[in-house]
């Protein structure tokens, strides 16, 4: 079975430095997408970054980057210049072809801390 | 604004009670998901819709149903209802949703259910 961990409850972050956060998962397949989402105090789920794990290059949306490891299934999300709409919960997700769909399987979270 | 819409926002009812949880995907998405989010935890996958059909099914009781409709807005029906089944309902929606690939989901703004 696919699991998702994300071993960082919390963290906090100083206003304008960076954070990583880690998130790993456990799979035999060799096609599959990754996913960070985030969920600020509203509780709205945003998608963040994607990764398609058939490329090679890191994804990068403005200050959000992530740092993909396929060997040792690893997928962290950095977040440069930290602002204060950064805190929320951040999730890590995983999506593999199951049966005849796509399914998003989340990690458990971590909840970020944005310090000013 | 992810273009997927949910009512109601908020919900409060009593056990043994049965509610009725709608979503309109966004424009030209085919696919809609639901995920339960029971508090400070990660998402739960409950079902999956495309094109009115049933797709996917996930840790979805049997008090729970769910159908799409012709113009592919959702509904989610929860009956019998207890109060481990208060959460926050998440509505996402897909261009393909696994017809012809891995589609990125996106959410809703989510309602929140409370069970008194």
């Known amino acids: 079975a696919q699991t998702v961990t994300q071993s960082q409850p919390e963290m906090s972050v100083q206003e304008a430095e960076t954070v990583t956060l880690s998130c790993t998962y456990d799979t035999s397949e060799n096609n599959y997408y990754l996913f960070w989402y985030k969920q600020p105090p509203s509780r709205q789920m945003i998608l963040v970054i994607r990764q398609e794990a058939y490329k090679q290059q890191n994804a990068t949306e403005n200050r959000f980057s992530v740092n993909f490891q396929k060997a040792a299934k690893s997928f962290s999300l950095k977040i440069s210049d930290s602002q204060l709409g950064d805190t929320a919960m951040y999730f890590c997700?995983?999506?593999?072809?199951?049966?005849?769909?796509?399914?998003?399987?989340f990690g458990s979270g971590t909840r970020l801390l944005v310090r000013p | 604004d992810s273009g997927v819409t949910q009512t109601p926002k908020h919900l409060i009812t009593a056990t043994g009670q049965r509610v009725t949880l709608r979503c309109s995907p966004r424009s030209g998405d085919l696919s809609v998901y639901w995920y339960q989010q029971s508090l400070d935890q990660g998402l739960q996958f409950l079902i999956q819709y495309y094109n009115g059909e049933e797709r996917a099914k996930g840790n979805i009781l049997e008090r729970f149903s769910a159908q799409q409709f012709p113009d592919l807005h959702s509904e989610l029906n929860l009956s019998s209802l207890e109060l481990g089944d208060s959460a926050l309902y998440f509505c996402?929606?897909?261009?393909?949703?696994?017809?012809?690939?891995?589609?990125?989901?996106?959410f809703g703004p989510g309602t929140r259910l409370t069970v008194l």
């Open positions: 996402a929606s897909s261009g393909r949703g696994g017809a012809g690939g891995a589609d990125t989901q996106y």
């Open positions: 997700a995983f999506m593999k072809h199951m049966d005849s769909s796509y399914k998003l399987i």
